[in-house]
C-alpha cells in the first residue's frame, strides 16, 4: 500500500510561475513532512520540511502548506526559474522512517 | 553532499554474484539509510541504522544485508544479485539528535545486473 501519493507526474511552468506539487498521505501518526529537490546524476538535497503543528512554511522562494484534517501538503514554488527545474519528491512518515512519493518532475521554461 | 561518500559509484555486475556497496559518512551521525531509486517508484527503504550493530529492515530489504562495525561505515550486501536489482542505491544519514531528524542524502551508486 502506497502511504504517500504525489501528483502531477510532470509539470511545465513558465519563468516567473508558480509551481505547485500536491501529496497525501495515509498513515495520521506520521510526524514529519520533508520535500527534496534532485539534480539529474546528484543525490535528493533537502529542501523544506514542516512539522504538523504548523499549517503553513515558508523559505524565500519555497513553501509548504499543510492540511492535516485533509492529510495533505503542497510544495509552492514562487517566481519559478529555469534553476529550479528537477525532479521534486515529498516524503512523510517519522525523523527515522520516511515514505517517499514517487516524485515530480518540473520543467520551468525560459 | 554533506559528508557522505559512496563506493563505487558505478558498478556492473553478473547476476548471481555478491556485491557490496559501501557508505562512509564523515558527520559522526548515528542514523544511517540504504534506499533504492527506481523509475516510477521514488525512494524505497532498503534497511537502516540506529548505530553500531543495530539495524533494522526497510521496505524492500528481500535479497539484501547491511552490516555497521563502526560509526562511520554502512555496508549493502546483495548475496546473489539479480537483474531486478539493477537500481541506483542511496546513502543517507540523519542525526536525530536535533530532533528534527533531517535526512541528507549521498551521491548514489549505480549498480547494474546483467
Known amino acids: 500500500q502506497q502511504q504517500v501519493k504525489q501528483s502531477p507526474q510532470s509539470l511545465i511552468v513558465q519563468k516567473g510561475g508558480i509551481s505547485i506539487i500536491n501529496c497525501a498521505y495515509e498513515?495520521?501518526?506520521?510526524?514529519?513532512f520533508p520535500w527534496y529537490q534532485q539534480f539529474p546524476g546528484k543525490g535528493p538535497a533537502l529542501l523544506i520540511a514542516i512539522r504538523p503543528d504548523v499549517s503553513e512554511k515558508k523559505e524565500g522562494r519555497f513553501t509548504i502548506s499543510f492540511n492535516k484534517s485533509a492529510k495533505q501538503f503542497s510544495l509552492h514554488i514562487m517566481d519559478s526559474q529555469p534553476g529550479d527545474s528537477a525532479t521534486y519528491f515529498c516524503?512523510?512518515?517519522?525523523?527515522?522512517?520516511?515514505?517517499f512519493g514517487k516524485g515530480t518532475s518540473l520543467l520551468v521554461t525560459p | 553532499d554533506a559528508g557522505i561518500t559512496q563506493s563505487p559509484r558505478h558498478k556492473v555486475t553478473e547476476t548471481g554474484t555478491p556485491v557490496t556497496l559501501r557508505c562512509h559518512q564523515t558527520?559522526?551521525?548515528?542514523?544511517m539509510y540504504w534506499y533504492r531509486q527506481d523509475p516510477g517508484h521514488g525512494l524505497r527503504l532498503i534497511h537502516y541504522s540506529y548505530g553500531v550493530k543495530d539495524t533494522d529492515k526497510g521496505e524492500v530489504s528481500d535479497g539484501y544485508s547491511v552490516s555497521r562495525s563502526k560509526t562511520e561505515d554502512f555496508l549493502l550486501t546483495l548475496e546473489s544479485a539479480t537483474s531486478s536489482q539493477t537500481s541506483v542505491y542511496f546513502c543517507?544519514?540523519?542525526?536525530?539528535?536535533?530532533?528534527?531528524?533531517?535526512?541528507?542524502f549521498g551521491p548514489g551508486t549505480r549498480l547494474t545486473v546483467t
Open positions: 498513515n495520521t501518526a506520521f510526524d514529519y
Open positions: 558527520e559522526n551521525h548515528r542514523y
Open positions: 543517507a544519514i540523519s542525526d536525530q539528535a536535533t530532533g528534527l531528524g533531517e535526512q541528507y
Open positions: 516524503a512523510a512518515g517519522f525523523p527515522d522512517g520516511l515514505n
